[in-house]
C-alpha cells in the first residue's frame, strides 16, 4: 500500500537537545511538508518541499530545519533554539502544489519536552 | 484525542441524525477547499473537497456547500454513525501557492 510513515509516534526530548522527526512516503511525491499542530489552533506550516534539493521556510521555521536529499524522505530536526517545541507534528505530500491537489498527511509525532 | 485538544468547539449528534459542520474562510481569492477528519491519534484524512466554480459537490454520506459571498464552507454528514466521531477542519488555498490555510476544527460527538 501506499502511503506516508512518521516515525516515532511519540518522542521526548530534552531541555538543549536536537532531535529528528521521520518522514518517508512511497507515493512518488513531488511536495512534501511539515505542519505544527497545537490545541485550538490550525495547522501551521513549518517547511515545505516541492522537489529534491529544495525547500522553502513557512510561517514558523524559527527552531526548525529540514533537508530532501531524496524524493521519499523529508525528515525535521527541532533544534534547541525552538523554545515551544512541545506539539504534535504532522508530515504530509501532495502530487504537486498549488490548488490542484489535496495533502496525503501521515500519522504524526507527538513531541514532549521532559 | 491528544492532537487536537481541549478547547474545540464540539457538535453532538443522535446516531442517525445528519450532521452540519461550518467553516468560515477568510481569504476571497482562495479557489480550492477541502474537509479533513482527523480521529483521536492520527492524522487527518481527505473526505471531499470543492472548487470555487461550484457552490455544492456531493460524496458518499457528504455533501459540502460552498457560499462564497459570504466567505463560508459547510460539510453536511448523513445518518450519522458512530464511527464518524472526529475532529473535522476544513482548509482552502488558492491558485500558484503551496499554501494552506486550515481551520482550527469541530469536535463531533455521535450519541448512542
Known amino acids: 500500500d501506499g502511503g506516508i510513515t512518521q516515525s516515532p509516534k511519540y518522542l521526548f526530548r530534552k531541555e538543549g537537545q536536537n532531535v529528528t522527526l521521520s518522514c518517508e512516503q512511497n507515493?512518488?511525491?513531488?511536495?512534501m511538508y511539515w505542519y505544527r499542530q497545537d490545541p485550538g489552533q490550525g495547522l501551521r506550516l513549518i517547511y515545505y518541499s516541492q522537489i529534491v534539493n529544495d525547500f522553502q521556510k513557512g510561517d514558523i521555521a524559527e527552531g526548525y530545519s529540514v533537508s530532501r536529499e531524496k524524493k521519499e524522505s523529508f525528515p525535521l530536526t527541532v533544534t534547541s533554539a525552538q523554545k515551544n517545541p512541545t506539539a504534535f507534528y504532522l508530515c504530509?505530500?501532495?502530487?504537486?502544489?498549488?490548488?490542484?491537489?489535496?495533502?496525503?498527511f501521515g500519522s504524526g509525532t507527538r513531541l514532549t519536552v521532559v | 484525542g491528544e492532537n487536537v485538544g481541549l478547547h474545540l468547539p464540539t457538535l453532538s449528534v443522535q446516531e442517525g441524525d445528519n450532521s452540519i459542520i461550518n467553516c468560515a474562510y477568510s481569504?476571497?481569492?482562495?479557489?480550492?477547499f477541502i474537509w479533513y477528519k482527523q480521529e483521536s491519534g492520527k492524522g487527518p484524512q481527505f473526505i471531499i473537497d470543492i472548487r470555487s466554480n461550484m457552490d455544492k459537490r456531493q460524496g458518499q454520506r457528504v455533501t459540502v456547500l460552498l457560499n462564497k459571498t459570504v466567505k463560508h464552507l459547510s460539510l453536511q454528514i448523513a445518518a450519522t454513525q458512530p464511527g464518524d466521531s472526529a475532529v473535522y477542519f476544513c482548509?482552502?488555498?488558492?491558485?500558484?501557492?503551496?499554501?494552506?490555510?486550515f481551520g482550527t476544527g469541530t469536535r463531533l460527538k455521535v450519541l448512542a
Open positions: 482548509a482552502d488555498t488558492f491558485s500558484g501557492t503551496y499554501k494552506y490555510i
Open positions: 504530509a505530500s501532495s502530487i504537486g502544489g498549488g490548488s490542484n491537489y489535496g495533502y496525503t
Open positions: 481569504n476571497s481569492a482562495s479557489d480550492y
Open positions: 507515493l512518488n511525491h513531488d511536495a
